[in-house]
T-cell receptor, first 115, second 113 residues
Framework: NAGVTQTPKFQVLKTGQSMTLQCAQDMNHEYMSWYRQDPGMGLRLIHY???????DQGEVPNGYNVSRSTTEDFPLRLLSAAPSQTSVYFC??????????????FGSGTQLSVL | QKEVEQDPGPLSVPEGAIVSLNCTYSNSAFQYFMWYRQYSRKGPELLMYTYSSGNKEDGRFTAQVDKSSKYISLFIRDSQPSDSATYLC?????????????FGTGTLLAVQP
């Protein structure tokens, strides 16, 4: 099993550009989520999904869109990149709701710089 | 005030030392407490998982939860250079997927050989 796979690993954008961060998992997890990690702020939840076709906002959703058309994939879209979105982004997945939720499996991250 | 507070360190110890990492929290509804380990340029990985109060031991690692004091700890015995990483505490109220994890900011640990 590959686990949670994120692409790309690194990305540099100019202000105003759009892009999609890809996330795929092969563990048949129903729950998938996106976090950003910033110095001094810790991991903050952007969006999450409890299954195909179902998404919801986390703590810091502004400027990001998500969709979940399949169980495996959960892409994160930046609509118009801003320097404040410079961060490291992590995708994470887990088993279905209940006691399994808290055991998150993380991808290796995407380091994004917005100039 | 943040819901979860964690000293960022860095914490530097000699190999073989006992390490104590701590978090405090303000939300008395938290029931699930976790420690994640994150190596440089990698994603976090779950290290320990505890429900409610008490201790849990796994090899050289012991997790303690004191809900009356809203305080959790992770102890590492006989620390090794391979333990050098950032340790993140995390907690949730539980109750299903709509309950979200709240992470601490992480403590950077360096174990010197």
């Amino acid at each position: 099993n590959a686990g949670v796979t994120q692409t790309p690993k690194f990305q540099v954008l100019k202000t105003g550009q759009s892009m999609t961060l890809q996330c795929a998992q092969d563990m048949n997890h129903e729950y998938m989520s996106w976090y950003r990690q910033d110095p001094g702020m810790g991991l903050r939840l952007i969006h999450y999904s409890v299954g195909a076709g179902i998404t919801d906002q986390g703590e810091v959703p502004n400027g990001y869109n998500v969709s979940r058309s399949t169980t495996e994939d959960f892409p994160l879209r930046l609509l118009s990149a801003a320097p404040s979105q410079t961060s490291v982004y992590f995708c994470a997945s887990s088993y279905s709701p209940g006691t399994g939720l808290e055991k998150l499996f993380f991808g290796s991250g995407t380091q994004l710089s917005v100039l | 005030q943040k819901e979860v507070e964690q000293d960022p360190g860095p914490l530097s110890v000699p190999e073989g030392a006992i390490v104590s990492l701590n978090c405090t929290y303000s939300n008395s509804a938290f029931q699930y407490f976790m420690w994640y380990r994150q190596y440089s340029r990698k994603g976090p990985e779950l290290l320990m998982y505890t429900y409610s109060s008490g201790n849990k031991e796994d090899g050289r690692f012991t997790a303690q939860v004191d809900k009356s004091s809203k305080y959790i700890s992770l102890f590492i015995r006989d620390s090794q250079p391979s333990d050098s990483a950032t340790y993140l505490c995390a907690m949730s109220e539980g109750g299903g997927a709509t309950n979200k994890l709240i992470f601490g900011t992480g403590t950077l640990l360096a174990v010197q050989p």
